[in-house]
């Protein structure tokens, strides 16, 4: 897999309007981003991108974020320009967003300067380190020292991540990987490459280094096991057990912070490639450990719950939105950071659908803005509603349309399309009855099943009797291709008997 096949990541077409009563506090979520690294600056600038409402302060915090996280120079001109652009477009009047005049009004006299003067150190800063490090990797390599070299690798792959040659840093990470000696370091690699690889939105290439990464986690973890002493210890009756070594404890809590970053990492992936289901498992298989050591997630712990509470009303039953969101420990820290969450679980849950669509309108600004969950949310949306209305026909062998249009604060007209859908698709067994206003199940005959499925059973029993007979024949006229007595390079054991079969 070639990383430099990976597209760059479209902006986003759709203008989200952010009013004055909506509930989306950039400040909060960027706050929330300071530790994110690079992440927090392409997070705010699709914020400006998506948002004219937004695209002012978005626009002011990604240019402070660049010069305090980033050694990026050409990422810093890029932003400014698009922050004068933005400038220019509300003072001519092209830009008649009203919350974006509101910021203009305030900023008006004091807008952001360029920093010359960091623009240049910085120019100077990165070409001098690209230098050094590329001058100490070459030393490295006539040395041979697999050690050094390996470790030169990751050093030029960590500061062109900083300067903002992605593809570049993947390139150093991968090039790393025939100098590692241990399985921790080939996992230190795979971490590095998901790093960068986020950041570029390839999600391919993250869920290829999730899963080498985690063969290197079993890896180490095998040969720390077959370290140990198999005799276990002693434990008499009265005697205290011994406490656990705290260098083991540590290492253990280190396994634990790294399956869970992987975890997340692999259910991020999940979700850019549109496996709903299976990112939905991923968010609610997370641990805790993450949250109090280790350096975190690849994503705020904020966003684990937010896509842990969308992909799984899209894709679990009730009994596991209930086992896996509602009542899972693990996940109780996640949402306790964002607890409107839990009202929106709650009521769909509770079968109280109007409520829910309501909570999911009034939050639709935060699911839209982010960087990872925007491109999917509209899918994700229809197959909420989908499972809602599903879930809220099931019990019912005939229900007024019209009470069933309360239930979802729908109009009458819009259900009857929506319903009419599911049925075209096969996804709900029932007929539209439009004289008596009613929607009426389709019930199954048993009697009828049983009889399909008995022809299927006969029908595979048939295919295997005449399988045998054909074995047979090709048996008795020695139609048989044999393998070689000694050591021959004849057909191998299993070409045989697909040649008999076939």
């Not at 006299?109 to 001058?135: F, H, M, P, Y």
């Not at 950041?199 to 290439?205: E, H, K, P, S, V």
Request: proline letters at 4%.
């Amino acid at each position: 897999m070639d990383i430099d096949a990976a597209p760059a990541p479209a902006r986003p077409t759709r203008r989200i309007a952010v009013g004055d009563d909506s509930a989306y506090d950039l400040d909060a979520l960027a706050a929330s981003w300071d530790v994110i690294g690079r992440n927090k600056v392409r997070r705010l600038l699709f914020v400006a991108d998506s948002s004219p409402s937004l695209a002012g302060p978005a626009l002011s915090l990604a240019l402070e974020a660049i010069k305090a996280q980033t050694l990026d120079a050409r990422l810093y001109e890029e932003t400014y320009y698009r922050y004068r652009q933005l400038l220019s477009a509300l003072e001519s009047g092209e830009e008649k967003d009203p919350q974006a005049r509101a910021w203009y009004e305030q900023v008006r006299g004091n807008e952001a300067r360029v920093d010359r003067e960091w623009l240049d150190r910085t120019k100077k800063e990165a070409q001098s380190g690209l230098d050094k490090l590329e001058i100490e990797l070459k030393g490295y390599m006539t040395n041979l020292i697999k050690e050094s070299i390996r470790m030169g690798h990751r050093d030029l792959a960590r500061f062109q991540y900083r300067v903002g040659d992605l593809q570049a840093s993947v390139r150093s990470h991968t090039k790393s990987r025939e100098f590692c000696t241990t399985s921790q370091h080939v996992l230190e690699m795979c971490l590095g490459v998901i790093e960068v690889a986020l950041d570029m939105a390839n999600y391919a290439f993250v869920r290829n280094y999730v899963v080498k990464a985690e063969s290197a986690v079993e890896a180490a973890q095998a040969s720390a096991a077959s370290g140990k002493s198999k005799t276990a210890p002693v434990n008499l009756p009265g005697m205290v057990a011994p406490a656990q070594d705290p260098i083991e404890a540590a290492k253990e809590r280190e396994r634990k912070v790294t399956h869970e970053r992987l975890t997340i990492a692999g259910g991020v992936a999940h979700l850019g490639s549109g496996a709903y289901d299976k990112a939905a498992y991923a968010f609610t298989d997370v641990g805790a450990e993450a949250l109090v050591s280790g350096p975190g997630h690849f994503i705020p712990a904020a966003d684990i719950a937010l896509y842990a509470v969308i992909t799984g009303l899209a894709c679990f039953s009730r009994p596991a939105l209930r086992s896996r969101v509602l009542e899972n420990g693990n996940l109780r820290p996640y949402l306790d950071l964002e607890p409107y969450l839990r009202d929106i679980v709650r009521a769909f849950y509770d079968n109280q659908f109007k409520k829910g669509l309501e909570l999911l309108h009034k939050y639709e600004a935060r699911f839209l803005l982010d960087l990872h969950l925007a491109p999917h949310y509209d899918s994700l949306h229809r197959l909420i509603r989908e499972r809602a209305l599903l879930s809220y026909f099931q019990p019912f062998a005939s229900v007024s349309i019209s009470r069933m249009a309360l239930a979802f604060g729908w109009p009458e007209d819009y259900l009857v399309g929506a319903v009419v859908d599911l049925i075209r698709r096969g996804l709900m067994k029932a007929r539209v009855d439009s004289a008596k206003g009613t929607l009426v199940a389709r019930k199954q005959e048993p009697r009828i099943e049983a009889f399909k499925n008995a022809l299927e059973q006969g029908e595979k029993m048939q295919r295997r009797a005449m399988a045998s007979q054909l074995r047979m024949k090709l048996l008795q006229n020695e139609l048989v291709v044999k393998p070689a007595k000694r050591g021959g390079h004849g057909p191998s054991r299993e070409h045989e008997q697909s040649i008999m079969v076939d």
